[in-house]
Nanobody, 122 residues
Framework: QVQLVESGERLVQTGDSLTLSCVRC???????MAWFRQAPGQEREFVAA????????ESGDSVKGRFTISRDNAKATLYLQMNNLKAEHSAIYYC????????????????WGQGTQVIVSS
């Protein structure tokens, strides 16, 4: 399986902003992309997804207006801009991809990154 390589662990403070990145070695053109997250002891939760062109996006209710997903197909990179972070945003964030259509369904994604630990402290 083609690798999805995410940026390393991030330790930030409440109110900070940061951007996560995920590079797919085989490219991301023609693939729907998404971010999911998993807090300790919890199941994975949908965060945001983006269409193949990057023109259309959707996000989970918990992050609407706060997180922004974007992509650069030429750089084979997916991004997640996270603004005004709070402690409840602490989790391991995973990027994922699938051919064609994007969406919030975890089961539809078969290609996953290794996860990025985000810790938000006071």
């Amino acid at each position: 399986q083609v690798q999805l390589v995410e940026s390393g662990e991030r330790l930030v403070q409440t109110g900070d902003s940061l951007t996560l990145s995920c590079v797919r070695c085989g490219g991301i053109s023609g693939r729907g992309m998404a971010w999911f997250r998993q807090a300790p002891g919890q199941e994975r939760e949908f965060v945001a997804a983006i269409s193949t062109s990057g023109k259309d996006t959707e996000s989970g209710d918990s992050v609407k207006g706060r997180f922004t997903i974007s992509r650069d197909n030429a750089k084979a990179t997916l991004y997640l801009q996270m603004n005004n972070l709070k402690a409840e945003h602490s989790a391991i964030y995973y990027c994922a991809s699938r051919p064609g259509c994007y969406g919030p369904g975890e089961i539809d994604y078969g290609n996953w990154g290794q996860g990025t630990q985000v810790i938000v402290s006071s």
